[in-house]
């Protein structure tokens, strides 16, 4: 057999242990015992030592060496095994098991830190983790900072410059909208009964409206909401509150867009390195298009209010612009996941440079949650009442998922050139979605941007998408601002 | 490091592994989307290439050659590596990929030709499952026949020829006992109404009667019942019929036999070759033991009539004797797993003696269900009335378990010894199972049995539970005939 076919058979297998890593961490979010997780973090950790043994592995550095790529798309997956080997081999395979059992602990540590509302319980963990983290960014980092050797791991040729230049760009707009916005009339919220159960089978009706194919995933409750697995196995979860159903709506568009990505990528992707999304930026472009520019839309808004109706009763608003207000009303709010659109990317501002300081060591993980506080009570003026509401809501830190916030900004960035796009090649997608119907849009994602893959980086796949136009921030702030301004007419 | 403690190391990874696959199997069969299938046996092969691998690795042969066991349980858990490193390394690497594979995809088919009643549907993804196990049994066979090769996978150290001893010596004695009941007064059934949600939550319940813990495991339902994993990750399935509450308890019982034993054993052989259960027949004496001399006394009777009046209200049987002969009733029926205990073993044997013959390649599998329907209507004096009532009825062979059937009879004569001498040593069991309360005996089986896993071989953990007695089919014998002649007193 050629280099190449070799390469490809073993890359097969390695793919194939990949999917069953992170079902297992699937199970663990969703179905798994509270007693097995010590148990778990010694599985999770034997099948991190296989993978790191299987992507280490020197035959693979042979292969690399002697592959001859048939044509573009072996091109491709070259460059991303090669990548995948020479991330590898840069970290010692005892530290890549370390961290892989340490992670599958913490995270329930910091569940249960955040029910006690406790972030001395969960401190001593996210000390570990982000100490093994810094171990791994200083064997992975060449020539830049520690933080861009995590970052590239979810933004391949992004680093934290690039993105401190686009925060830099979409701040003022964003703080002058939100001051415009929290200055003008508040709106209603909704409100009724909204029973647990419903929720949960709407939600599995909106994730089949948005495309996703419940015969290759299932949706389940979790903790957290995310989407996991590739191919012909993507599976989504998300949450209900009894008096926000916002929250499981919102929950389930994005990660039904997260999961059409993985379920749209071409067939003959399946179990190679080009089977996955190209990156989390990407990636969050397309779950928040999904929940947001298409969701949140009034055309989609118009169906939603019939249907939530019909479902739930009366949601004590008056009328349908009442609705679309309560839908993208911004107020405030300590919880990122339930920010709207105008604010969200404030918060991830604050843990871009929270999570800047921890890597680079400028902040100490016992210094984080005052410095937590102190941030938000300067970008939001208001004070965290808990730490459930605040240093604790999310789970991304726990299992050491630093330099995963900023992509997703950098997926709104990516939405709102995708929107722009979208609605030039696309003509009446107001007109179905006003049906509940987004299938124009997300088949005109999927033969655009999702069915390709790894196939392309990801500045590329979305310029490519744009007809040749580079991403930038431009369109996301014209979007944000016609929509708020709308909202809020001062 | 010592020899002894690497290959330790080596082997808790090992032991961790084979947990997760364990676990890819739980969730094919409770929770995979049905589109999965194909890349899940690409999945499961991956796996199993994996653990091959680590099972065959030339260091174990060095570390097993150059190991000092520190004591005897050090003794035990060298043997066990070296069997299971023996049997890896007879098996070539390709054909253990091949049958994964084959086995992961082939239970979809079975299940699909069991739901259309197509044997034929079946039949050539059984030939090719026959073909691949007879080439791994000619790999394994040393001495003995093909079919002895497999049987040692699941109960080291039995033969054919041992059971077949066994099964002459009992199946007069069956066959007797089955001509009065089915000559004597038939027994009522008990109707009413079920609802499947309601059963699902009394199956949780007695779960924990018999001293499941659901901290360390979870119910679910599936095709087929079964239990999954060892430590603290054990989780069983059962399943509901609308019109026969008996099937979802008793296979509830069962199963939580099998997972006491899985979660009792000593916690210091957690993910060690000995923190499983010692072999399937030993396994069976477990599940058939809560499920028919404990779950199915007249002591636990009384108290499963008054609960289950509770729970569902009229039965639809005139009074608690009637009902206990409802339970134990010896009628006409089809199927293996809902047959009752004199009935039981005249099932497996028809299984033992076909599997046999397609093992040693004296029946086609184009042949088969003609046999199935032959030999059902000589044993059994009617005819089956359709595939999934006959031979389409088990998983077993689709997943290539040929070898396991007798392990079931095997397990009752365990059970009938074990009953036995628990009896002798606890007073007062029927007292506290009329209470509903069966802690007493599972708890002497803890002691005796369960926590040793496989720390002794099969035959002897059970004569040391039976106080040095050797086990045989007498006792259950003797058992049987007392129920079934005071049940049927002719």
Redesign the interface.
């Known amino acids: 057999m050629a280099a190449y076919d070799e390469l490809m058979a073993h890359e097969?297998?390695t793919q194939?242990?990949a999917?069953?890593a992170g079902?297992?961490s699937w199970?663990q979010e969703t179905?798994?015992?509270?007693?097995?997780a010590?148990?778990?973090s010694?599985?999770s950790?034997?099948?991190e030592?296989?993978l790191h043994a299987r992507r280490t592995d020197p035959r693979v550095g042979d292969w690399l060496a002697a592959a001859e790529a048939p044509d573009d798309v072996g091109e491709a997956q070259l460059r991303q095994i090669r990548r995948a080997h020479d991330r590898a081999r840069k970290v010692p395979a005892q530290l890549a098991t370390a961290l892989a059992r340490l992670t599958s602990r913490s995270q329930g540590i910091w569940a249960a830190a955040r029910a006690a509302d406790d972030f001395a319980a969960f401190a001593p963990t996210l000390e570990e983790v982000v100490r093994l983290k810094r171990e791994e960014a200083a064997a992975l980092a060449e020539t830049g900072t520690l933080y861009d050797a995590l970052l590239d791991d979810f933004e391949p040729g992004a680093t934290a410059a690039m993105l401190e230049a686009m925060f830099d760009d979409m701040r003022p707009g964003l703080v002058q909208l939100r001051k415009r916005a929290l200055e003008g009339a508040a709106a209603e919220g909704v409100s009724g009964d909204f029973p647990a159960e419903a929720q949960l089978a709407f939600a599995r009706d909106l994730a089949a409206r948005f495309d996703y194919?419940?015969?290759?995933?299932?949706l389940d409750l979790a903790v957290h909401p995310f989407s996991s697995g590739s191919?012909?196995?993507v599976?989504i979860t998300t949450r209900t509150a009894a008096d926000d159903p916002f929250n499981c709506i919102y929950s389930t568009i994005h990660e039904t867009g997260h999961a059409c990505y993985e379920q749209g990528i071409d067939p003959a992707f399946?179990?190679t390195p080009l089977g996955q999304g190209v990156s989390m930026g990407v990636h969050e472009s397309q779950s928040r298009i999904y929940e947001n520019q298409l969701g949140r839309s009034p055309a989609f808004c118009h169906w939603l209010f019939g249907e939530m109706r019909e479902r739930f009763g009366d949601l004590g608003v008056s009328d349908e612009a009442a609705f679309y207000r309560a839908v993208n009303r911004v107020h405030r709010g300590y919880i990122r996941t339930e920010a709207d659109e105008v604010q969200y990317n404030l918060h991830i501002m604050l843990r871009f440079d929270l999570e800047k300081a921890l890597v680079s060591g400028d902040l100490a993980v016992r210094d984080l949650e005052a410095a937590w506080n102190d941030r938000f009570e300067t970008d939001f003026g208001y004070k965290v009442d808990r730490a459930a509401n605040g240093v604790l809501q999310d789970v991304h830190w726990s299992v050491g998922l630093f330099g995963y916030f900023p992509t997703y900004s950098l997926g709104n960035v990516y939405a709102g050139c995708l929107h722009k796009a979208l609605r030039n090649a696309v003509p009446d997608i107001d007109g179905h979605l006003q049906r509940g119907d987004p299938t124009p849009a997300t088949r005109w994602l999927h033969e655009n941007l999702q069915r390709h893959g790894g196939r392309y980086r990801p500045r590329e796949v979305i310029t490519r998408a744009c007809g040749g136009e580079e991403p930038s921030a431009g369109p996301l702030m014209s979007y944000l601002a016609d929509k708020f301004c709308a909202l809020y007419p001062g």
């Open positions: 097969r297998e194939a242990l999917q069953v079902r297992l199970d179905v798994m015992p509270r007693g097995a010590e148990q778990r010694e599985e950790g034997a099948m030592a296989v194919d419940g015969t290759r995933g299932r191919g012909d196995d599976r399946r179990l």
